[in-house]
């Protein structure tokens, strides 16, 4: 039997933290300091004021679809229901099933409990004393996946209609490959052609964990998502909580102000149409190569974005006004 190490972790000065408490709120620092780098919008809240259309209600094939997309093996929230519980579900636990989810879509208002996270640090390596060596994963319930199934594919289309052809995370049949091609392709067909060009690297910090849930929010609105769906990942969003699970003990909940949710089927698409709001407002078109006759000012995946510029003067020009 692998014998389990209990570490003391550090204060942000290098002091010792000396209790559960301590150490754990120590823990819960790291996605609350960050920053996106780019402030784009005004920070304010975001309303519909129009009379909000309801989304017709989830048909209980969308629920079993939902529950068969489900994963075995993973690890439940707090509510502790596992996912092959769900899975076997016969007809009347389906129909009840059914039944909350087409509550739920009416209010647009989430079940507490569905809210909630339970936060677990993995130490990745490093001193274990140090906190900034740990990673986190965060748990939610299994039964509000159901939901976020029908949400995400109510909205998929709508989705992959306002990212860009740049963007290749989180989108069928593409992936970090493709963009090293692309990239390999570019310098190659410049070197041919004798010319100059730069690239600019973008590695955001923390760049999930730093999602302003207002502007978020606003970035909805203005693409045109529908205002019902909107509005219920407002909810999903609002006073939501979480708390650490450190040595078989949990802090005290608390409530999570920025970033997308971690371990939530929607936040990857939330974040990308996040992104795709941000290169819009900062005009990067104005900026690129030309290759093979059309111009390309950037690729992207996920958090990850390269930019183009046909000179230093252009590489300077965007760097000194973004």
């Known amino acids: 039997m692998t014998k389990k190490s209990v570490y003391q972790m550090t204060e942000s000065g290098g002091q010792m933290a000396c209790d559960f408490a301590t150490q754990t709120d120590r823990q819960g620092e790291g996605p609350q300091r ?20 309801d989304e017709p209600l989830p048909l209980i094939e969308e629920v079993k679809a939902a529950i068969k997309k489900l994963k075995n093996g993973k690890a439940p929230g707090l509510d502790n229901i596992p996912s092959e519980l769900l899975k ?46 740990y990673r986190t994963i965060a748990l939610i319930s299994h039964n509000s996946k159901i939901m976020l199934y029908i949400i ?71 693409m045109g998502f529908p205002p019902h769906l909107i509005v219920m990942i407002q909810s999903l969003y609002t006073n939501q909580e979480a708390s650490i699970r450190w040595n078989n003990q949990h802090t005290e909940s608390f409530k999570i102000l920025k970033g997308v949710r971690q371990g939530c089927i929607l936040s990857p698409h939330l974040f990308s149409l996040y992104t795709e709001q941000i290169m819009r407002e900062t005009d990067v078109d104005q900026y690129g190569i030309e290759v093979g006759g059309r111009k390309i000012s950037n690729l992207r995946y996920a958090d990850d974005t390269a930019l183009f510029a046909k000179n230093h003067e252009e590489a300077s020009k965007f760097i000194e006004e973004n």
């Open 152 to 222: 995400l594919e109510r909205l998929k289309a709508k989705i992959e209609n306002e990212l860009a052809e740049e963007q290749s995370g989180f989108r069928p049949g593409r992936g970090t490959s493709d963009m090293l091609c692309s990239i390999q392709v570019m310098i190659e067909k410049v070197i041919e052609s004798h010319k100059e060009a730069y690239i600019i690297f973008i590695d955001y910090s923390k760049a999930f964990d730093s999602v302003d849930h207002s502007l978020l929010f606003k970035t909805l609105t203005m």
């Open 88 to 133: 076997a579900s016969g007809p009347t636990a389906i129909k009840a099933i059914h039944h909350l989810c087409c509550k739920i879509w009416n209010s647009k208002t989430w079940p507490t409990e569905w809210k909630k996270q339970e936060i677990v640090m993995l130490h990745k390596a490093g001193d274990p004393k140090d906190c900034g060596n």
């Open 34 to 53: 960050q920053a996106f780098p780019w402030t784009i919008w005004e920070s304010k809240e975001s309303t519909i004021d129009e009379p909000i259309e």
